[in-house]
């Protein structure tokens, strides 16, 4: 199944943690240039995929993640500086929009450990900010990074804890509780980092992505050297994720037009 979307180009796209058929697309124009910005939510039918709901913005839409407690609320991440607060109930536009990052927000994730509703957002001001979306403002700003934050990924095991990839070239663990300094910084890659995520299976795992064309997996433990090293993208790696059903599989995408599924050995 596929769907053409004219006129924008899809920058991220993410399952619902509710219903198995439906996903999110995050898209802007002109690669996120210039121009605009849609959330599509997106149905597989047996007719192929149908665009459920669509939300347009007035500036590009680089990620999506989905509530963890409401099966309709989803987060995206703008070019103006925004995290945009969507509720697929109702149609006609965000339920909420916070403006505290001065550059384009390109990473948003909503926590995924019991007991937590927190969202992160990554920019190009440099500094991730911790939301709650019941509030007014951001709960906690984390600054060190020393260019772009192209990825936040909370942990799917440690409450509090999530990962921070950058143009810096480092991979940054932080806790939320000492937002003044992270607790583990790795000079992961001698490029530009675009892309992490966390091992679904070790807790201490973190895999990055870099414009190096390279995949690293780091033991945030003892990170003086990667523990694998996977090679084959001819361009830089822009996201990687990692299964929810194998310790060993992950999936990459790269600006060499390729998708490509990796078997982990340590």
Known sequence: MSLQIKGRHGYSVEFSPYFQHRFACASSQYYGIAGNGTLFIIDQTPNGLVPTVVFDWNDGLFDVTWAENNENVLVTASGDGGIVVWDASQPRGPIKAYKEHTKEVYSVHWSQTRNENFVLSGSWDKLIKLWDIGQTQSLATFSGHEYIVYSVRWSPHIPGCFASASGDQTLRIWDVRKPEFPSNVIPAHNAE????????????????????????????????????????????????????????????????????????TH
């Not at 090679?231 to 822009?238: C, E, K, L, M, N």
Request: proline share 3%.
């Open 193 to 264: 980092i675009l892309t992490c995520d966390w091992s679904k299976y070790d807790q201490n795992i973190v895999f990055t992505g870099s414009v190096d064309c390279s995949i690293k997996g780091w033991d945030i433990r003892n990170s003086r050297g990667p523990i694998c090293e996977l090679r084959g993208h001819q361009y830089a790696v822009r996201r990687i994720k990692t299964s929810p059903f194998s310790k060993d599989l992950l999936l990459s995408c790269s600006y060499d037009f390729t998708v490509r599924t990796w078997e982990i």
